[in-house]
């Protein structure tokens, strides 16, 4: 028998954590019902009590906590006001140039 990853959606793995934490769920048979290795429903209940809706984001995303996506946002902000403030401060210095202000008329 040939050994082949199955890959599961956040949808999938966030409908099998929540089956998992119902009072008397038996992870062994849920497993077996979705065909994964129980050790596979722990590892995604560790990360979804962790990070909760933001767990399970994929293809290489990283994985933040809500206060690290908003640093992570708000440095993205930073570095465009930043670029924005440079390009702001080469146009000034362009317009304001002896030679340009008969252009401004």
Same mark, same amino acid.
């Given at each position: ?14 409908? !099998? ?15 077996? @019902?979705?065909? !994964?290795?129980?050790?596979? !429903? ?28 908003? !640093?992570?946002?708000?440095?993205? @902000?930073?570095?465009?006001v930043e670029l924005e403030k440079e390009i702001l401060k080469k146009a000034l210095g362009i317009f304001s140039s002896p030679s340009r202000k008969n252009l401004l008329l």
């Open positions: 028998m040939s050994n082949f990853r199955r890959t599961f959606t956040k949808e999938q793995k966030l409908e !099998i954590v929540k089956q998992s934490l119902v009072e008397f769920a038996v992870i062994e048979d849920l497993a077996a @019902q979705y065909k !994964i290795h129980p050790n596979s !429903i722990y590892k995604w209940r560790r990360e979804y009590m962790k990070y909760e809706e933001a767990s399970f984001p994929g293809n290489g995303n990283k994985l933040l906590s809500v206060e690290q996506k908003e !640093i992570e946002d708000l440095k993205k @902000q930073l570095r465009e």
